[in-house]
């Protein structure tokens, strides 16, 4: 089972940047994908990017393409979510997960971090 640890969370202005990070452990760590998602007070959680680990190949949600960027360090076992240009819309906790499929399917991911709190003011 692999545990996955965010980091990287906190209270920002509009338009200003953050860089989350996501540490994985517990065995070896060698996923076909990976995702960072988000969730909002009240609302579902919702697909913001996927990498493919050893492809490189990236994806994202509309909403976020062109202001996100999603990279990995396989030596290091970890993800990173580079976000730009945030706006209070982009608040909420994030999270990543792991998954064995191609997918922007919250079901669909089988590891999931605890999530960390970004907050974005106007």
């Known amino acids: 089972q692999v545990q996955l640890v965010e980091s990287g969370g906190g209270l920002v202005q509009a338009g200003d940047s953050l860089r989350l990070s996501c540490a994985a452990s517990g065995r070896t760590f060698s996923p076909n994908y990976m995702g960072w998602f988000r969730q909002a007070p009240g609302k579902e959680r919702e697909f913001i990017a996927r990498l493919g680990w050893r492809t490189g190949s990236k994806y994202y949600a509309d909403s976020v393409k062109g202001r996100f960027t999603i990279s990995g360090d396989n030596a290091k076992n970890t993800v990173y979510l580079q976000m730009n240009s945030l706006k209070p819309e982009d608040t909420g906790v994030y999270y990543c997960?792991?998954?064995?499929?191609?997918?922007?399917?919250?079901?669909?991911?089988?590891?999931w971090g605890q999530g960390t709190q970004v907050t974005v003011s106007s």
């Open positions: 997960a792991s998954t064995g499929r191609m997918s922007t399917t919250v079901g669909e991911y089988d590891s």
